[in-house]
């Protein structure tokens, strides 16, 4: 079984409506996390990271964590079609600690 | 400043055959990672160099995965011999102590 769960599996959203995101850690040695963005054909980019309990906003980002369920999850308000991408989910020891794991990611489409 | 530099972009290979994937970090970081992605496994490590000194190879990767690094910006990942079951994108990423990783565009390589 996967360290890092994410749900859904895929994901469409209207244009300017929320996109949430799912993700679970099952090794409680885990509880350092990454949102992670690829648009097809490129390497996966950095959208924020969180590693403390409550809320983190960044722009159109929010990311919440829940560090007693090792529950986090990833909104994006008024989403663009710029967004469709997959985003992935992924889990450290420890800040700057580098042996993440990576979730399969949940691939969202947002329709114009 | 650049990013991860990954190249060839495409590669095709006759089983059997070696194949060497390039990667030039961005200057200055000091960790280095190849990773391995497919739609069924998604990421999965394969090597993890601090300092140009390998912290790990990636276990089940060991028998026909190599890689090196000559210097603090160069890295190559050498298969030898590949089989189709190695047709995946592989990506290079880098990181200065910060814990986020800068991916590259990826090699995406296929296997007949």
């Known amino acids: 079984q996967q360290k890092v769960q994410q749900s859904p599996e895929s994901l469409s959203v209207p244009e300017g409506g929320m996109a949430s995101f799912n993700c679970t850690s099952s090794d409680r040695n885990f509880q350092y996390f990454w949102w992670y963005r690829q648009h097809s054909g490129e390497g996966p980019k950095a959208l924020m990271?969180?590693?403390?309990?409550g809320d983190k906003k960044e722009g159109r980002f929010t990311a919440h964590l829940n560090k007693a369920s090792l529950h986090v999850s990833l909104h994006i308000r008024d989403s663009q079609p710029s967004d469709s991408a997959l985003y992935f989910c992924?889990?450290?020891?420890?800040?700057?600690?580098?042996?993440?794991?990576f979730g399969a990611g949940t691939r969202l489409k947002v329709i114009a | 400043d650049a990013g991860v530099t990954q190249t060839p972009r495409h590669e095709v290979a006759e089983k059997g055959q070696t194949i060497i994937l390039k990667c030039e970090p961005v200057?200055?970081?000091?960790?280095l990672f190849w990773y391995r992605q497919t739609k069924i496994q998604g990421l999965e490590l394969l090597s993890y160099f601090r300092s140009k000194s390998l912290m790990e190879d990636g276990g089940a990767f060991k028998d026909r995965f190599k890689a090196e690094m000559l210097n603090s910006s160069f890295s190559t990942l050498k298969i030898q011999p590949t089989e189709p079951k190695d047709s995946a994108v592989y990506l290079c990423?880098?990181?200065?102590?910060?814990?986020?990783?800068?991916f590259g565009e990826g090699s995406k390589l296929t296997v007949l």
């Open positions: 200057s200055g970081h000091n960790d």
């Open positions: 990423a880098s990181s200065k102590n910060t814990g986020q990783l800068y």
């Open positions: 992924a889990a450290s020891e420890r800040t700057g600690n580098y042996k993440y794991v």
């Open positions: 990271s969180i590693f403390s309990d």
